[in-house]
């Protein structure tokens, strides 16, 4: 049980697919994606992918069930209605952010990484970063690459500071303005100099952030 303004870090499951959804409308508003519960659905269990949810007790009188659909444009949530069949309890977890990868043959390519703009800065995204690598290192993955939007100086920082470099651009990639992506990648992160950086931020994301974070 996590308390006020605590979080931890868990595997997806299907409980959190709605909530997953709102995040990603969210953060990715600009590329006007929308998906369909069954693609969240196959991508959760995915056996070659992971995806991850930070999460914290239910906000006080949230109900996440109501908020993401008046906000869509009425043929999506024409689409939308097999939404409405998931069941939530009151008791359900709050999800903060959420974060995933895909595996591939030596490579993770992470595919998400979201936090709800009302808690970004607090940590949140760090520590998912920190949960991915630690879970592609468990998988013997050797490097992890990602596309991100060129003017997202927010996301490459942080991949900066975990040792992503830019190792080329994709042109036009974003359809919905052109933006171009750039590519980003790690070097080998079983590498004793990868881990030994990795352990030192991860431990200074510990200690400065030890009142919310709680390891499960
Ligand atoms: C990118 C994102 C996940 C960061 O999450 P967050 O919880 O706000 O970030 P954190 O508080 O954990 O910050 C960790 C690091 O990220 C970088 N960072 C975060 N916000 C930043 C900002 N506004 N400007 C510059 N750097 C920033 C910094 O390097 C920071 O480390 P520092 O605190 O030592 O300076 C969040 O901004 C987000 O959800 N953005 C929308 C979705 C997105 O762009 N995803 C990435 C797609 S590739």
Not at 6 to 27: C, G, K, P, S, W
Not at 129 to 150: F, G, N, P
Request: net charge neutral; charged share 25%.
């Amino acid at each position: 049980m996590v308390g006020e303004n605590q979080y931890t870090i868990r595997l997806a499951e299907d409980r959190d697919i709605h909530q997953v959804a709102e995040i990603d409308q969210e953060a990715f508003s600009e590329e006007q994606l929308f998906r369909s519960y069954a693609s969240y659905h196959r991508e959760i269990h995915n056996p070659l992918a992971r995806y991850i949810v930070a999460c914290a007790e239910e906000e006080h009188g949230l109900n996440t069930n109501k908020q993401i659909m008046p906000e869509l444009p009425w043929y999506k949530r024409l689409l939308s209605h097999n939404y409405h069949n998931v069941k939530y309890t009151t008791n359900e977890q709050y999800v903060l952010g959420f974060a995933g990868f895909w595996i591939m043959p030596d490579e993770g390519h992470i595919t998400a990484l979201g936090v709800r703009s009302n808690h970004r800065c607090s940590g949140i995204g760090e520590r998912l970063l920190i949960s991915l690598i630690d879970l592609a290192t468990q998988l013997s993955i050797k490097t992890i690459t990602l596309e991100v939007r060129a003017s997202n100086e927010a996301a490459q920082s942080l991949y900066r500071k975990y040792g992503f470099q830019a190792v080329g651009r994709r042109p036009r990639y974003y359809s919905n303005n052109r933006e171009d992506a750039v590519l980003m990648s790690t070097n080998t992160i079983t590498s004793a100099s990868f881990q030994a950086h990795f352990q030192e931020l991860k431990e200074a994301h510990r200690q400065r952030w030890k009142e919310s974070f709680i390891a499960a």
